[in-house]
């Protein structure tokens, strides 16, 4: 098989999946642009989509290569500066992922089959996972990302090992199996607990992080989407319990309060910490609010689509208004409290990876934000080009959700590079 051929496809699957601005050096970007924050660039003729597409191969293909070289002798990725992802099973999926995105060549499919079989390798012939003599940090992340990467046309020969991590990650979903119920506040949803999270007795104290959050369930059923998970699975319908509380939204219209039912997303009901734009007020019933910012906008449109609901569904168009309202190629959207204006650059590469993924599963060209009428995936592109490092790599200058490592903020760009490629590819086949 023609290897480019694959990748065009590879490409145009982008919009099917489900981790700030800094002081980053040029990298592949236009030798011409200026440092972010520096005032505006000399008018220059907007690059043609078969210009931008050159790019991002370029910049990808530099990715891949530094990628590789971090690569450990067991096909592993594992971080020299985070504890929790030196386990061998966080970033090495992630990676496996960015590289199978990536322009093929003999280096980058050897080490994206050796990532992949160091992960096949971690299932049992009982169908158990093995996670090591540490465990696995993020058990969820790990299994819908193995699902997700060994999903892909080229390991077909790890089916069985994707079945297992699949059995592994349903497993993992707060519903009736592990006793919570529909009006437990963590139902149906996923979280980061690194044992099995069961509901507690009421006389007992839980494992740390038990409960269900926004992000790890979107990782989930996207996982689930890529496995070929059938839509009338009962996972989808019991995921979209939680989903829903976790949106600045309603389901009864002469409920809906503008002050704070915008339509956007927030990380987790109840938890002014962890919802990183913090909080926004009380409501009429006493309840806490939460700011709506991107990143978990973005997948909550990504996790409600996956859960079922149509395009056109009152939640995912207030979701949609909501992105397209305050998208920013150049930042991470949202409005944050005073006291947590630090944290909002902290996901810039994790905000763009989700958003390319949300936009392109809607079929969005053009959004009309609050001040211009933008296309995305241009802006996307040209944005991280230029934050691109010269070694390929990419950095987060905040060091707050760990983007400061470079493993965790270059796989995320490549796949949202790729995904905004894919929307060019898209365009381009569509033309007359």
Known sequence: MNPMKVYSRRCFLQGT???????????????????????????QAEPSPTSRTKRVDQALTLAARYLIGQ???????????????????????LAVHALHVSPPNEAVLAAGSKGADYLAAMVQP???????PFGLSYPVYTAALSVLTLSETAQARHRRARDAWLSYLRARQLTEDLG?????????????????PRKPAPDEFGPPLL???????????????A????????????????????QNYGDNAEDLDPRWDDGGFFFIYDDPVRNKAGVLGKDATGRDRFHSYGSTTADGLRALLASGLPRDDARVLAA????????????????????RKRDQEAVYYYYSWSMAQ?????????????????????????????????????????????EDDPLVATPLAMAALATCRSRFTDETNSSP
């Open 180 to 196: 919570w119920r529909p009006a437990d506040k963590p139902y149906g949803g996923w979280g980061f607990c690194s044992r099995l």
């Open 358 to 402: 949300a936009l392109k599963s809607l079929g969005v060209v053009e959004l009309r934000t609050k001040t211009a009428t933008i296309r995305w995936a241009e802006a996307l592109v040209d944005e991280l080009l230029r934050r691109q490092e010269k070694d390929g790599s990419w950095i987060n200058a905040s060091e707050q959700v760990r």
């Open 17 to 43: 999946l489900g981790m700030a601005p800094g002081l980053c050096l040029t990298g592949c970007g236009s030798p011409t642009s200026e440092p972010h924050g520096s005032g505006t660039s000399p008018k």
């Open 227 to 246: 496995a070929g998970c059938d839509a009338a699975d009962p996972a989808f319908r019991k995921a979209l319990v939680f989903i829903k509380r976790c």
């Open 320 to 339: 949609r208004r909501w992105l397209e309202t305050n998208f920013d190629a150049q930042s991470h959207p949202g409005t944050y409290a005073l006291n």
């Open 211 to 225: 409960e269900s959050n926004l992000s790890a369930t979107t990782f989930a059923l996207a996982a689930m989407r």
């Open 71 to 93: 690569q450990l002798a067991d096909g592993a990725w594992r971080s020299e500066l985070k504890g929790p992802f030196k386990d061998g099973g966080s970033l090495t999926p």
């Open 126 to 132: 009982d169908g158990t996972i093995d996670p090591g």
